[in-house]
T-cell receptor, first 115, second 114 residues
Framework: GAGVSQTPSNKVTEKGKYVELRCDPI?????LYWYRQSLGQGPEFLIY????????DSGLPNDRFFAVRPEGSVSTLKIQRTERGDSAVYLC?????????????FGEGSRLTVL | AQKVTQAQTEISVVEKEDVTLDCVYE???????LFWYKQPPSGELVFLIR??????QNEISGRYSWNFQKSTSSFNFTITASQVVDSAVYFC???????????FGKGTKLSVKP
């Protein structure tokens, strides 16, 4: 499809394990965002890429969280030593411009459950 | 600090009723943007509107309308003649200044019954 694709759609893991979540943005979109949405809450910003570089990673909660976008397209969010509090839906979004010039297109999210 | 408050957690209406979703924000920035997004059960957030802080003109798009009032720091969203397909969670969001990322409210779950 032509939209933002996220895999896996569901991931169940055990506390302490390592997890990778993948985002495939819309082709040609230079801006890519990761958000986290806990149950009953609004999305919470994690990190923003413009091209290959992280333009703003101020939302990453701690050093267990890391994201890359090596070729300026696909991005991977990596979580080390997962904790139960990491359970949430991780949303990826992409845009051809910025938040203020272009529309942000969201994927359906990756639901992470840490047991 | 920036903050978005959506006081209505859940609203239930009958089809064809009008419904208004409230959004109140706090910011010290003079330039900022406000947004509304719709999140249907599939989970994908859908952009509805973006408004900058210098444009207080109300906007209408089909059955949707938005009322932005800086004096009360509110950006309310009205759906006229609601339909079952309008059932979703609606989020209001505020930018951090003119370049920063979005701060979302907790959302309002709208249920439209036939």
């Amino acid at each position: 499809g032509a939209g933002v694709s996220q895999t896996p759609s569901n991931k169940v893991t055990e506390k302490g394990k390592y997890v990778e979540l993948r985002c495939d943005p819309i082709s040609g979109h230079t801006a890519l965002y990761w958000y986290r949405q806990s149950l009953g809450q609004g999305p919470e910003f994690l990190i923003y890429f413009q091209g290959t570089g992280a333009a703003d990673d101020s939302g990453l909660p701690n050093d267990r969280f890391f994201a890359v976008r090596p070729e300026g397209s696909v991005s991977t969010l990596k979580i080390q030593r997962t904790e139960r509090g990491d359970s949430a839906v991780y949303l990826c979004a992409s845009s051809s411009g910025t938040l203020y010039t272009g529309e942000l297109f969201f994927g359906e999210g990756s639901r992470l459950t840490v047991l | 600090a920036q903050k978005v408050t959506q006081a209505q957690t859940e609203i239930s209406v009958v089809e064809k009723e009008d419904v208004t979703l409230d959004c109140v924000y706090e910011t010290r920035d003079t330039t900022y943007y406000l947004f509304w997004y719709k999140q249907p059960p599939s989970g994908e957030l859908v952009f509805l509107i973006r408004r900058n802080s210098f444009d207080e003109q109300n906007e209408i798009s089909g059955r949707y309308s938005w009322n932005f009032q800086k004096s009360t720091s509110s950006f309310n969203f009205t759906i006229t003649a609601s339909q079952v397909v309008d059932s979703a969670v609606y989020f209001c969001a505020l930018s951090r200044g003119s370049q920063g990322n979005l701060i979302f409210g907790k959302g309002t779950k709208l249920s439209v019954k036939p």
